[in-house]
T-cell receptor
Framework: KQEVTQIPAALSVPEGENLVLNCSFT??????LQWFRQDPGKGLTSLLL?????REQTSGRLNASLDKSSGRSTLYIAASQPGDSATYLC???????????FGTGTRLKVLA | EAQVTQNPRYLITVTGKKLTVTCSQN?????MSWYRQDPGLGLRQIYY???????DKGDVPEGYKVSRKEKRNFPLILESPSPNQTSLYFC??????????????FGAGSRLTVL
């Protein structure tokens, strides 16, 4: 059964730092992996989607990588800003399924 | 504006009183799904639908029902709610093509309390 883990559960960094959020999954037979942002009391906003055949995706200051063989994905945030403060979640869709398994998220706080 | 709309956003009810949480999307998405979010457990998939009249169970379907009679709507039905169904519920939708680029679009969430 697929399990998705995000470590650390919480992270505080000063403004301007580059940072990496981690997502690990146990079954490498995935269709895609998505990163989301969730603000308190709000829904989830999609940040990046990486298909199983891709190694990375970039959007602005965000870069997500995927290494299926090791069961890992990272979300790199460059030059962090206080507005980046939120919970970041990754979700894996299994190959041949429409089931999504979510990690429990990393709560990020960027200090001004 | 492309969006997923859930109603109600907040609901307090009592054990055993049937309720329906509606979900509607205006993006002509084939795929729709329901999740619940609980502290420490993250988001867990309840049910999903590939298209009209096609639904399947997620990881935590017990106590819930769904229907997909129209492409845009995917209501979540709690026939006899119990306190352990107190949670934050999210509906999401996406295209269902084979390209792999099936970005999930989420609704704003429905906070349900069952007393």
């Amino acid at each position: 059964k697929q399990e998705v883990t995000q470590i650390p559960a919480a992270l505080s960094v000063p403004e301007g730092e580059n940072l990496v959020l981690n997502c690990s999954f146990t079954d490498s037979a995935i269709y895609n992996l998505q990163w989301f942002r969730q603000d308190p009391g709000k829904g989830l906003t999609s940040l990046l989607l990486i298909q199983s055949s891709q190694r990375e995706q970039t959007s602005g200051r965000l870069n997500a990588s995927l290494d299926k063989s090791s069961g890992r994905s990272t979300l790199y945030i460059a030059a962090s800003q206080p507005g980046d403060s939120a919970t970041y979640l990754c979700a894996v869709r299994g190959s041949g399924t429409y089931k999504y398994i979510f990690g429990t998220g990393t709560r990020l706080k960027v200090l001004a | 504006e492309a969006q997923v709309t859930q109603n109600p956003r907040y609901l307090i009810t009592v054990t055993g009183k049937k309720l329906t949480v509606t979900c509607s999307q205006n993006m002509n998405h084939e795929y729709m799904s329901w999740y619940r979010q609980d502290p420490g457990l993250g988001l867990r998939q309840i049910y999903y639908s590939m298209n009209v009249e096609v639904t399947d169970k997620g990881d935590v379907p017990e106590g819930y029902k769904v229907s997909r009679k129209e492409k845009r709507n995917f209501p979540l039905i709690l026939e006899s709610p119990s306190p352990n169904q107190t949670s934050l519920y999210f509906c999401a939708s996406s295209l269902a093509g084979a390209s792999g680029a099936n970005v999930l679009t989420f609704g704003a969430g429905s906070r349900l309390t069952v007393l």
